[in-house]
């Protein structure tokens, strides 16, 4: 009888990993695996429904696979998979998607942001939340560690899982979001009133996990910030150097004001130093754990991930089939 709440989270393996991934999401990963039944997902499926090239596709799965167990994902304590390996997903997704709405999918925000970038309106990129859905209620999650940006999608989940439960049987719980209360979006550092994200053009945007020291420190002092020269937090006023406040806590531990009252008179210069030597000492350790992994031995985990994922989805699936009138003759 399993009695431990179960936790569920997905990362696209499109490349580009980082610092807003892990202080907004990954982190958290780790922590709660000590807690609850943890199941960690590469959802790449979801990363096929923006333009791709499958050789590198290839590299960013093993290599978004390598970062989160350099960050600390266990394989020995959590289910690790790559989505693709199990097909539960892509089923239970259709499943939901007779009962989804197109009023509801219109009104994604992420959808609508990626159409604005440029992505071709295609039915893989307007049905992703539905997959997403099916993800998270494929293993029956109670909890979903997300960043910010991932709360619509929470929103549309909990609404299908209750949809669901209405239409045909009492199957699915009602899983809620867990969002970090600090780094729950970290900004861009050239464009400080957008996101981090992985598709921005410009490098200089993002600290990627796996950049090195001097990289850090080159991007963190070229972070845009605004030209009254005191260290305060301000979002609207100063949301560059209220970004790296916030990074600087979520890196250290320490509060904003402790920050603040250290660094108010201290310039631009000396507080952006502070920045980038906290991000590289957190960072530092994830970076020596990924050199330290075996491609091969990488790739052993995930197969046995998969089998693992696989064995477990067929009893779940195999309810939802019983509810929906599919099951076997
Ligand atoms: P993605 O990179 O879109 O696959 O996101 C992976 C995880 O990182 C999700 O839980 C996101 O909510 C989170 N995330 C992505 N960008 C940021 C950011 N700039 N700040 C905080 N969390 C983020
Ligand atoms: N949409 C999420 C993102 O861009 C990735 C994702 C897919 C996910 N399926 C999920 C996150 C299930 C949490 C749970 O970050």
Redesign the pocket.
């Known amino acids: 009888m399993e009695t431990n709440k179960k936790v569920?989270?997905?990362?696209?393996p499109t490349g580009n990993v980082h610092l807003g991934n892990y202080l907004g999401?990954f982190r958290n990963w780790v922590a709660l695996q000590d807690d609850y039944d943890a199941i960690y997902?590469i959802?790449d499926l979801?990363g096929m429904t923006v333009p791709y090239d499958p050789p590198e596709y290839r590299r960013t799965r093993l290599e978004t696979a390598k970062v989160l167990l350099a960050i600390g994902v266990d394989p020995d304590r959590s289910l690790f998979y790559m989505q693709s390996q199990v097909p539960h997903h892509a089923e239970l997704a259709w499943i939901l998607g007779t009962i989804t709405p197109t009023g509801v999918l219109n009104r994604m925000t992420?959808y609508k942001d990626k159409l604005a970038t440029g992505a071709p309106a295609n039915l893989g990129l307007y049905s992703?939340p539905v997959?997403?859905a099916a993800?998270?209620l494929l293993f029956r999650a109670d909890l979903?560690p997300?960043?910010e940006?991932?709360k619509q999608?929470l929103e549309m989940t909990r609404d299908l899982a209750e949809r669901f439960n209405n239409r045909f049987a009492e199957v699915f719980p009602i899983p809620e979001p867990l969002i970090p209360a600090t780094a729950a979006r970290v900004m861009s550092l050239t464009e400080p009133t957008a996101k981090m994200s992985k598709s921005d053009p410009a490098d200089k945007s993002r600290i990627l996990i796996l950049d090195s020291a001097d990289v850090i420190m080159k991007k963190v002092k070229s972070a845009v910030t605004d030209s009254e020269p005191t260290v305060r937090y301000d979002t609207e006023a100063k949301p560059g150097i209220s970004n790296l406040l916030e990074i600087m806590a979520a890196c250290t531990g320490r509060s904003i004001d402790d920050l603040v009252s250290e660094y108010h008179d201290a310039g631009y210069g000396r507080f952006k130093e502070a920045v980038a030597e906290a991000i590289i000492e957190t960072l530092a350790p994830i970076k020596s754990a990924y050199e330290r992994l075996d491609d091969r031995e990488v790739a052993r985990i995930l197969q046995k991930g998969a089998l693992d994922a696989r064995t477990q989805a067929e009893v779940y699936q195999s309810e939802v089939r019983r509810a929906v009138g599919l099951d076997q003759m």
């Open positions: 569920f989270s997905g990362v696209q999401a997902c959802v979801h992420q992703y997959l997403m993800d998270i979903v997300v960043g940006d991932q999608h």
